[in-house]
């Protein structure tokens, strides 16, 4: 049965006004509630969910994100008030608190997409490292020769740090900086530049050119309404060439989340 289906069958309530979909980091289970009548049988319908899956020890509705760091607002609805876990993902291991860390699930098949075009002995920069939703796993899986990973906000930081220790990596560099303001070694030019940080991701293209070098490949994340006009923006920059667009989710009714594969042609400023 669809998950719809459990509920309306544990919850007694109309199936059409129930959430069709959820997700789970670790032991906590996130889930949004647009219907109003759904809203009015929160409790109801979280301790349903309780019931039906006994390995989660925490629900929580997702009510948006805010700000320059992208914090999540979320509301326990039932279970432990304990807002911290570790999730699971592609053979690593994340802590994190989800009221103060946002997850986005929508990103995993790019995270397994890098891991299958990143090559061992590259340097990676990740000019938003969050926790180390990118950073991680591609120290983790491939032999890379080093990645740094840049931070501004202090708690993600801080996870950023115990994820490094969690997972055991030697490979990691992790700075508290604002990437605009990194200067990295003369010898130190990034094979790979991630760029998984929106919206206005574009303000930060002059400073990932700075730091890479001919040749290097740069995955430019944004949301946008206008995606032509957005690869004509891009195209401004005249030392790089758009490789390849994909689109990763749609993240609103009007926008939605694109990534390029961007390709540094020369140095020149």
Known sequence: MRFKQLLAAKTKLPEEILPASYQTLGSILLLKLPHLQAMKNKKKISSAILKLFPYIKTICLQKGVSG??????????????????????????????????????????????????????????????????????????????????????PESFNFLIENICLNKLLNVTAIQNDCRNIVLPKKIKPDRIIMGYFPNTISFLPAALKLAKKGTTIHFHELTSNLEKLKSDIKRFKNIKIQSTREVKEYSPSKKHYVFDLKVLNTAK
């Open 68 to 153: 320059e760091f992208r914090q999540p607002a979320v509301e326990i609805l039932a279970g432990s008030k304990d807002t911290e876990t570790i999730h699971n993902e592609l053979g690593c291991k994340f802590k994190l608190d989800v009221s103060k860390i946002m997850w986005s699930k929508g990103n995993h098949f790019e995270r397994q997409r890098l891991l299958n075009i990143v090559k061992p002995g590259e340097i990676i920069l990740d000019m938003f490292a969050g926790i180390g939703y990118w950073s991680i796993i591609l120290a983790k899986h491939k032999k890379v020769n080093r990645i740094i990973a840049v931070e501004k906000n």
